[in-house]
């Protein structure tokens, strides 16, 4: 080769060389519509033509049994719009979105951006997914997150659940729905009402997380926060929860109840109010059991019986509640007080180990070492039973080593022992006091100007005191005895207090709040053992002379 013909064969090659370096450096354009999205497939059509007054001059008019494909997603309509270059596209009647066998959503009208993964369905919408079916107007489907919202109100039917709203989602994975304002929740048991719900289709369970209310049409349940499975009725609830019975509500910092076995347990802060007997009762722990008409309170347990006009305040370590004639016009309850008894009312205040209040008499019945106290007066025996009518005390019955106290002053106390002791009260203070079997009598009579000069010692069986404005007016002992007066300077050191004397006022309870405050007595003012129970004697004469003795 010639010189010059290698000298334009090697410019040539330099050229081309330049050329395909400036080509390779120039921008390349994209082969699909979208970078790193899949792509809408459209399937099938019976007829593919174009809009000509469609503003989107790209847009593909579909008609007659359309099917899309989208990543593993089928789509069928009878009509639709398909914008390819936006990976969209619009359907129109008998839309259905199949997800593999897990989601069917039905509706009149979709719209599904590909690039979002999107699916707009409004009209008639159905979505179905294994057990539950959600119905609404308007629904968005979002397959990223695999979560349907409504917002035009919805109803989603889950077996025996039909719950509406006017907001809500569900997802299909999880199988969970959350659903806001005007939520209810219908079961043919029970209906609950919510603002805010959410519920798992898996595990049936509600999940409380707004103000609610439960009703079966007998029990109601008011909850803003805990669980409650609608299969089995059982509820867990937190924030000061209240269940509600026939009159009856019991409401605690924690609620649990079981609707099969109608029963409910509260903790912590508890208050049980029954308003049909007006009287409520409270502790940290409370149980009730409808089915049984039972309950019972302990941990600061207190019951408070406001059914008699002046409210009665009771603590003991365990307090119970028995219903009996339930559902009948006989019905009444009773009140069981445990080991270490105190109890409150201004014109009565009592102690004892355990005690009884029943509805049936208005009768506490006090046992084990017990007192009571009125005014000045002090009255304990092996067993007292106190009757009650509309507003006070009527009578208290003191069985088996009977002792009534009066406080006068200073260091002189009006003492009458027997075997029992009845006592009379009118208006809230005593006016009669009886006193049956070996009754024994230590009084100091008071004159007019409200000395004491005087102290009686009298030994009978049966005795009757009359009190008129809280001072003894006169004694009537049967049969006649003859008593012996001490003046007050050479009282005999024995004789100024009866064997069993015991004045009690230091664990006597104050207030309402005092009752929570336990105190004990001094081993030697205690009781002696008994050998055999106490025998209610009638209050008659049953000897045909007798000793008055007037002030």
Same mark, same amino acid.
């Given at each position: ?418 075997? !029992? ?12 006091? !009886? ?117």
């Amino acid at each position: 080769m010639r010189p010059v013909q290698r000298h334009r064969a090697l410019l040539g090659v330099v050229f081309c060389l330049l050329f395909f370096c400036l080509l390779a450096q120039q921008p390349q354009k994209s082969a699909t519509p979208v970078v790193g999205k899949s792509r809408v497939f459209l399937l099938h059509a019976d007829a593919l033509t174009k809009s000509s007054d469609n503003p989107d001059p790209d847009v593909q008019v579909l008609i007659g049994n359309v099917r899309f494909r989208h990543d593993s997603v089928y789509m069928y309509c009878d009509s639709a719009c398909f914008f390819e270059k936006k990976n969209a596209f619009e359907a129109f009647y008998n839309v259905k979105m199949v997800q593999g066998d897990t989601l069917f959503l039905y509706g009149d009208y979709l719209y599904y951006d590909g690039n979002t993964q999107l699916a707009s369905v409004r009209y008639n919408v159905r979505m179905e997914n294994d057990t539950t079916t959600l119905l609404t107007d308007s629904l968005n489907y979002d397959r990223v997150a695999n979560v349907g919202y409504f917002f035009e109100g919805g109803t989603l039917m889950d077996g025996e659940n039909t719950l509406n709203s006017s907001w809500g989602e569900y997802s299909p994975a999880t199988k969970t729905a959350v659903f806001n304002y005007d939520v209810k929740l219908v079961n043919p048991k029970f209906t609950l009402a919510s603002d805010t719900l959410r519920y798992s289709t898996a595990t049936k369970v509600a999940n409380i997380v707004g103000p609610s209310n439960i009703d079966n049409g007998k029990n109601h349940i008011y909850s803003e926060l805990g669980y409650y499975t609608t299969t089995t009725g059982q509820a867990e609830l937190l924030d000061r929860s209240v269940w509600t019975n026939d009159g009856r509500r019991l409401t605690g910092d924690s609620l649990f109840y079981d609707r099969g076995l109608a029963y409910g347990e509260a903790f912590g802060n508890v208050v049980f109010t029954d308003e049909v007997n007006k009287n409520m009762m409270m502790g940290e722990y409370c149980y009730y059991s409808d089915s049984l008409a039972y309950g019972f309170c302990t941990d600061k347990a207190l019951v408070v019986d406001y059914s008699q006009g002046d409210s009665l305040f009771l603590h003991a370590d365990t307090l119970k509640l028995f219903t009996f004639n339930d559902k009948t016009d006989s019905l009444y309850r009773e009140t069981h007080a445990y080991h270490k008894v105190r109890a409150f009312r201004r014109d009565i205040q009592a102690v004892c180990d355990s005690m009884v209040f029943s509805s049936k008499d208005s009768c506490l019945r006090m046992y084990h070492d017990p007192v009571l106290w009125n005014q000045q007066q002090q009255l304990l025996g092996e067993e007292i039973y106190v009757y009650m009518n509309d507003s006070t005390v009527e009578r208290a019955n003191i069985h088996n080593q009977a002792l009534s106290v009066e406080h006068v002053d200073s260091t002189m106390y009006n003492q009458v022992k027997g075997k !029992d002791i009845n006592a009379y009260f009118q208006a809230g203070e005593l006016y009669r006091v !009886d006193a049956i079997g070996s009754v024994k009598l230590v009084y100091f009579p008071m004159e007019k100007d409200s000395t004491v000069l005087l102290m009686n010692v009298s030994t009978t069986s049966e005795l009757n005191v009359y009190v008129v404005n809280r001072k003894m007016e006169r004694m009537v002992m049967k049969p006649a005895a003859e008593g012996i007066m001490y003046p007050l300077f050479d009282i005999p050191t024995k004789e100024r207090f009866l064997d069993t004397f015991a004045w009690l006022e230091d664990i006597r309870p104050k207030n309402k709040d005092d009752v929570f405050v336990w105190q004990t007595k001094s081993a030697n003012l205690q009781l002696k053992k008994s050998t055999r129970g106490g025998v209610v004697l009638p209050n008659q004469d049953l000897f045909g002379t007798s000793t008055e003795i007037k002030k």
